[in-house]
Structure formats: C-alpha cells, structure tokens
C-alpha cells in the first residue's frame, strides 16, 4: 500500500526521467549544455539516456530494499549523474559501505582473542 | 617467559622499522611555500552516532563551507541502512544538493595536502580494518604537521584525533586514497585539474540546472582559457542566465580556439537568432550541420528550423557583426 504522496513523487520522477530522453533542456529549445558536450568528450562515459532512465528505476528499488524510505528513494535517485547511476545499477551490492570503526574493531579483536584464548592458543603468564 | 622476550623483540623491530623509514610528510609531497603545520580549528566537530560516520564527516565539511547542516538532515540522504554505512557516490551526491560543488580531488597525497593549505578540509574514506576484514570509514582530515610527521582529523567520536602520517596513507590507501572537498561557486580546487573540476561542475549542472553555477564556470574560464569544457560552460551558463550578448561574445572566443566545435556553433546561432541577428545565424548553423556528426544532428536541424521561423531579417543590430 503506497502512500498518495509517494505516488505523487514517483510520477514527478518518471516525469523528469523522460524529459531527460530528450537531448536538450535549459535556455533555449535547441540549446546543448555542458553536461552533454563533457558527456559527448568523453566517449568512454557515454550512457544512452533510455538506459539510465531504466537504471534510474532500478537503482531506486534497490535503495528502498536497502532500509531507505521511498520518499528519500526518489530524491536520492534524482541528485545521481547518469554515471552514478550506471555504477549504483551494476554494482551496489559491492560498493563499500563507510560506517563506523572504532568499536567494531574492538568488538573483533576481543572476539579473536577470546576464541584464542579459548581453544588454549594463548594462555596467561 | 617465551611471551616476554617475544614482546621485546616485537618491541624492538617496530622501534627499528620506525627509525628506518624517512617522514612521509616530506618535502617533494607540498608546495615550495607549504607552511610546517596547518591546523584549521574553526572545523566544527560533530561526534558520530552509530554507524553514522558519513553524514557526519559530510556535515562537517559542508558546514564549514558556510551552510547550516546537521547530521541528522543528512542522514536520510546518505545513509542505507542494510550496510550499515553510506555510500562515497551518495556522499557527492548529496552535497550536490546543496549550493555547493562536491569535488573529488586527484587520488594522491599531494592533493589533499594542496587543499589543506588552500584553507579546506577533505572528507576522506578509509579502511580502518584489513584488506580481507574492511572496516569502511569517513572522516575530514583538518590539518597535518610536519614535525611530527602526522595528520589532524576529525573521526567518530574523537574531536582531533593525531595519526602518524604512515598509518593515514596506509588506511587512506585502502579507501583507493579517496578525498572529498566542499568547493563554492566561484572556489577552484587547490590541483590543476580541469577535467576533473568540470566533470563535478557539470554533474551539479545536470542535476540542479545552470542557474547557480555562473560564477564556477567563470573562474574556470579565466584559469584554464584553452579548456574547451570551460570556456563553453561559461558561455552557456550566460546563455542560459539571458545574457545573450556575452554569451556570443565568449561562443567565439571558443570559436576561434575550435573552429569547428558543433555543440558551440549550435548554441551561438540559437543565441544570435534570439537577438534578431537572422542571416548571421543561419550561416552559423550551416557551418554546424556542414560538420555535425550523428548525435547532435538533429539538434542542429530544429535551432536551423527555428531560426526559419523567427521574424524575417529586422534591421540587423550591432551585436550581429562578427
């Protein structure tokens, strides 16, 4: 069961999907802009722009299955580049992660010494 | 017993290891005049909760940068909770949605130093764990001192924590030396390094538009003038703001630079159109089509048709006159 304000947000989202399909946006009708010539530059980037309209959904899904509310999804999805989105798409399951640090370590190096400990591979005195 | 000499011994190959190695922070890593220590304090500090490392490194950065951001605001922009952790890519994009750029500075020791004497912090990733076992971490790197060979950070719940310089790189290495720095409009990073400065301009600029990035276009023309990506960038941000008249004054800059730069001649001749200069853009769009490849053919085809369908030839202005 969706909620009228997420679906609200989604339509806008397909809305501003599509109107990326087409080449040109800003100033005039037939104006180019500078994310498309630096895209253009460099060949090695380009992502056709039905493909990152596709990946953009998928990308979203995968956000919400990963704990993030559907409204936050949508606006996270729409401040990626088309790149970001390719790389989100092909490899979110792997991409680092950046979380905490200190206690966990602490948390495995006690844990380890305890097994140590444990097993009898290392003992006081 | 056996464990009291193998502590003495561990003690004293760490010892001989440390005397061998030369200071990491070493001359040939700043810039002649690099000052011996930068310790930029006015960084506010917020103390991470729980796997919440990301927003806060982010917050911090932005909100040196002159902004009003919590962690709390960020968390639900950047934080996936099944990884228990934030992603580097929704870290840049998240502080693109603010009136900022977020700029990934060159993946190398030089550079973070660079934009430590530049006055600005670096959200840095690191891996606090082992290469087998990670433990992906964000924090700002705030300053650095060379006479004792180490680096200020603000990390986790630890205000100014002091690492040596060794144990930084080697954590920072593990993250593949990345580095994260808030630039506002007008900023340029410490490097240079137009590409990558452009790439993070025009990433915010496909997002949010072109509105607000005028003044980061310009100082990328006036330092890098031979850039083709800078100088077309300044030139359509003054198109898009409605100031024609620069605009096709800075599009043949760029045209005498790259005489055949399609993308250019499409967008002056729309700008040309505009300010009734008819016949002046129509010929200009013709040199466009006369070398356009196939992606923006059809581009050029409809400003052609425009241009037709604009009022016929008013008395043409000044501006027209190449």
């Given at each position: 069961?969706r ?6 947000l989604l339509?806008?989202f ?7 399909l087409?080449l040109v ?6 104006v ?23 990946a ?11 704990g993030?509310d559907?409204e936050?999804a ?6 990626l580049?088309?790149?970001?989105v390719a ?5 979110l399951?792997?991409l ?7 206690w ?5 190096v006690?844990?380890v ?7 009898g591979?290392?003992k006081?005195? | ?10 003690l ?8 061998n190695r030369?200071?990491?922070?070493s001359?040939?890593?700043f ?5 011996a ?18 927003p ?6 932005l ?10 605001e960020?968390?639900p922009?950047v934080y996936l909770?099944?990884k228990s952790?934030s ?7 998240a ?8 700029y990934?500075?060159?993946a190398a ?5 660079a ?17 087998d ?9 705030v ?14 719940r ?5 690492m ?6 080697r954590t920072?290495?593990g ?14 990073p ?11 301009v025009?990433?915010?600029?496909s997002v ?8 980061a276009?310009?100082?990328?023309a006036?330092r890098?003038?031979?850039n083709?990506?800078?100088r ?7 198109q898009a703001?409605?100031?024609?008249r620069a605009a096709?004054?800075?599009?043949r800059?760029l ?6 730069q ?6 002056l001749a729309?700008a040309?159109?505009?300010?009734g200069?008819?016949?002046?853009a ?13 992606p ?8 052609r048709?425009e ?6 030839d008013?008395s043409?202005?000044a501006?027209?006159?190449r």
């Amino acid at each position: 069961m969706r909620s009228a304000t997420v679906n609200r947000l989604l339509a806008g989202f397909l809305v501003v999907c599509l109107t990326n399909l087409g080449l040109v946006h800003s100033a005039g009708a037939a104006v180019i802009d500078t994310p498309l010539l630096v895209q253009l530059e460099d060949r090695t980037a380009a992502v056709s722009r039905i493909q990152s309209s596709l990946a953009r959904e998928d990308v979203r899904k995968a956000l919400v299955q990963l704990g993030v509310d559907p409204e936050q999804a949508v606006e996270r999805v729409l401040a990626l580049t088309d790149s970001e989105v390719a790389q989100l798409d092909q490899q979110l399951a792997k991409l680092p992660a950046g979380g905490d640090g200190g206690w966990i370590l602490l948390v495995i190096v006690l844990t380890v010494l305890i097994v140590l400990f444990a097993t009898g591979k290392l003992k006081f005195n | 017993m056996r464990r009291g000499a193998a502590a003495i011994w561990a003690l004293i190959w760490l010892l001989a290891s440390c005397a061998n190695r030369g200071p990491v922070l070493s001359d040939d890593q700043f810039e002649p005049d690099a000052p011996a220590s930068v310790d930029l304090s006015g960084v506010p500090f917020f103390p991470q909760e729980t796997f919440q490392c990301g927003p806060a490194a982010l917050a911090t950065a932005l909100s040196y940068s002159g902004l009003e951001v919590t962690p709390q605001e960020l968390t639900p922009r950047v934080y996936l909770p099944a990884k228990s952790g934030s992603l580097q890519v929704e870290m840049v994009a998240a502080a693109r949605r603010y009136d900022r750029i977020p700029y990934v500075i060159p993946a190398a020791l030089p550079a973070l130093l660079a934009e430590l004497d530049s006055g600005r912090p670096v959200v840095v990733f690191q891996n606090l764990g082992l290469a087998d076992l990670p433990l992906w971490h964000f924090a700002v790197v705030v300053g650095y001192a060379r006479p004792e060979d180490a680096l200020l950070l603000r990390s986790g719940r630890d205000e100014r924590e002091t690492m040596s310089a060794y144990n930084f790189v080697r954590t920072w290495e593990g993250g593949q030396r990345w580095g994260l720095v808030i630039l506002r409009p007008g900023e340029l990073p410490a490097a240079d390094d137009p590409d990558g400065y452009l790439r993070a301009v025009a990433a915010k600029e496909s997002v949010s538009g072109p509105a607000t990035l005028l003044e980061a276009y310009r100082a990328a023309a006036l330092r890098w003038p031979d850039n083709l990506v800078a100088r077309f960038g300044y030139a359509h941000a003054l198109q898009a703001s409605g100031d024609l008249r620069a605009a096709v004054e800075q599009y043949r800059a760029l045209l005498v630079q790259h005489p055949d730069q399609i993308a250019a001649l499409n967008n002056l001749a729309d700008a040309l159109s505009r300010q009734g200069c008819r016949s002046e853009a129509l010929s200009t769009v013709d040199r466009g089509l006369a070398a356009a490849r196939d992606p923006l053919r059809p581009v050029l085809e409809q400003t052609r048709q425009e241009i037709l369908a604009a009022p016929a030839d008013r008395s043409e202005p000044a501006v027209c006159a190449r």
